[in-house]
T-cell receptor, first 112, second 117 residues
Framework: ETGVTQTPRHLVMGMTNKKSLKCEQH?????MYWYKQSAKKPLELMFVYNFKEQTENNSVPSRFSPECPNSSHLFLHLHTLQPEDSALYLC???????????FGPGTRLTVT | AQSVTQPDIHITVSEGASLELRCNYSYGATPYLFWYVQSPGQGLQLLLKYFSGDTLVQGIKGFEAEFKRSQSSFNLRKPSVHWSDAAEYFC???????????????FGKGTKLSVKP
């Protein structure tokens, strides 16, 4: 499945680092999403963009900053993260927010 | 509030046996329902979806699911499980705001499937 790609696939960062996660979709979709998946919690929706406009910010700490420059690209900028932010970060896209979502392979983030 | 319940955290079946994974939802309007599968360390792959019409829907990899409004259920089935089906399975309902302009997926906690040789 190459419709939604994510880079990097693995990332290890210290608490003082700044890094960015990238997501790209090749499906012509208008909605894009960031999710966090931790070992002991269900999937948590973080951000939603629909037609490049942020439509949902699910009480996410400000150390996570999304950016959607166009409908095909979505970034998640990370700074001063905590060890509890270690998780699998999944990107998804959909035709718009009223349709099914297609997921990327995820970025496994470890904060040391 | 909208919610999805997958009552089985972990299920083990023998290869070749039939499989049924349970999913119950709570949603006031007509639900849009989905099943996703996730292999270890991977993203979620859409198996099948129900929007309307025939309540028995066919998906990829030989899976099917049946929507039962009276039971608020959308159980996933497969007649003969293969070792490659070992993965985690997530049921989800699409919720929309008034007017339907904004929707979000609500996921269950997942059911992990193990397959015995």
């Amino acid at each position: 499945e190459t419709g939604v790609t994510q880079t990097p696939r693995h990332l290890v960062m210290g608490m003082t680092n700044k890094k960015s996660l990238k997501c790209e979709q090749h499906l012509g979709h208008n909605a894009m999403y960031w999710y966090k998946q931790s070992a002991k919690k269900p999937l948590e929706l973080m951000f939603v963009y629909n037609f490049k406009e942020q439509t949902e910010n699910n009480s996410v700490p400000s150390r996570f900053s999304p950016e959607c420059p166009n409908s095909s690209h979505l970034f998640l900028h990370l700074h001063t993260l905590q060890p509890e932010d270690s998780a699998l970060y999944l990107c998804a896209s959909g035709r718009d927010t009223s349709y099914e979502q297609y997921f990327g392979p995820g970025t496994r983030l470890t904060v040391t | 509030a909208q919610s999805v319940t997958q009552p089985d955290i972990h299920i083990t079946v023998s290869e070749g046996a039939s499989l049924e994974l349970r999913c119950n939802y709570s949603y006031g309007a007509t639900p849009y329902l989905f099943w996703y599968v996730q292999s270890p360390g991977q993203g979620l792959q859409l198996l099948l979806k129900y929007f309307s019409g025939d309540t028995l829907v066919q998906g990829i990899k030989g899976f099917e699911a049946e929507f039962k409004r009276s039971q608020s259920s959308f159980n996933l089935r497969k007649p003969s499980v293969h070792w490659s089906d070992a993965a985690e399975y997530f049921c989800a309902v699409l919720t929309t705001n008034y007017g339907g302009s904004q929707g979000n997926l609500i996921f269950g906690k997942g059911t992990k499937l193990s397959v015995k040789p």
